[in-house]
């Protein structure tokens, strides 16, 4: 669903991706883990063309996405992206905020929008937040619209970068069991996270990532007991 072939990105003379190989098959979720500055955000908003590419190739259910002929909106509408910091419309209500893409890119009928934007705040519990603006919401729940924003696109992919890290404690679980309940429907994600509980429990395969190069590939439950890696066995003795 996802291929990443030879990717290579800089910042000026700074490698910060460097010969990236990526596949993630259908319906699988894949953690991205690793230090900070290692590239792990860069990676992950090149898979939507948010971030340009010096080479390689990327491609999201068959369609280059980083090839100038395509139609990069029409490309990105099958992508949902959630971003740490909800970035939701503050001029528009939870539902609003759901409805807009769907009747202006993908030219959807408001009644049905809303249909359909009502299931989708229902199923992640907001059922009594339509009409609430974002500034009522908690960062919880501003965060489970983005989800339900990003869900009303019907995407093919989600991709999350680091959903949960500017969420008070106590909602954290609410968002992670959001996403879990994505993975159990069979979305492909992509999840950079430090969630090291989560990704443990609901990932296909940890990717960890340390100065723009991917280190190690492996399902959580070789990577977590015996990482290959000296970087990833430095890296998991501090933060588990
Ligand atoms: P991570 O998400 O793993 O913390 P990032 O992808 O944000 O890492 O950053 C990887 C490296 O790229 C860092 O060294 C960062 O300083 C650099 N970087 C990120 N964005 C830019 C930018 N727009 N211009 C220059 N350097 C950047
Ligand atoms: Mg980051």
């Not at 800089?10 to 699988?28: E, K, R, W, Y």
């Not at 970068?161 to 954290?172: G, N, Y």
């Not at 959001?178 to 993975?183: D, N, V």
Request: glycine content about 6%.
């Amino acid at each position: 669903m996802i291929t990443m072939e030879n990717v290579t990105k800089t910042f000026g003379d700074h490698t910060v991706l460097q010969d990236i190989q990526l596949h993630v098959p259908q319906s699988n979720v894949f953690a991205v883990i690793g230090p900070s500055g290692a590239g792990k955000s860069t990676l992950i908003r090149t898979l939507n063309a948010l971030e340009p590419i010096d080479s390689g190739q990327i491609t999201i259910n068959g369609s280059d996405i980083h090839n100038p002929k395509i139609n990069i909106n029409e490309a990105r509408s099958k992508i949902g992206f959630v971003f740490q910091s909800f970035n939701l419309y503050p001029f528009l209500t939870a539902l609003e905020n759901v409805t807009l893409a769907p009747i202006k890119v993908k030219k959807m009928a408001q009644a049905d929008a809303e249909k359909r934007g009502k299931e989708l705040l229902d199923s992640l519990g907001l059922g009594d937040k339509y009409d609430a603006y974002p500034n009522k919401l908690s960062g919880g729940q501003q965060q489970r619209v983005a989800i339900a924003r990003a869900l009303a696109m019907d995407p093919d992919v989600m991709l999350f970068d680091e959903p949960t890290s500017a969420l008070d404690p106590e909602m954290v679980t609410e968002v992670l069991d959001a996403i879990r309940k994505l993975a159990i429907a069979g979305m492909t994600m992509v999840v950079v996270t430090h969630e090291m509980n989560f990704a443990k429990e609901i990932c296909d395969e940890i990717v960890f990532m340390a100065d723009g190069k991917i280190v190690e590939v492996a399902p959580p439950e070789q990577f977590f007991s015996a990482p290959k890696s000296e970087r990833a066995q430095a890296f998991l003795s501090k933060v588990l």
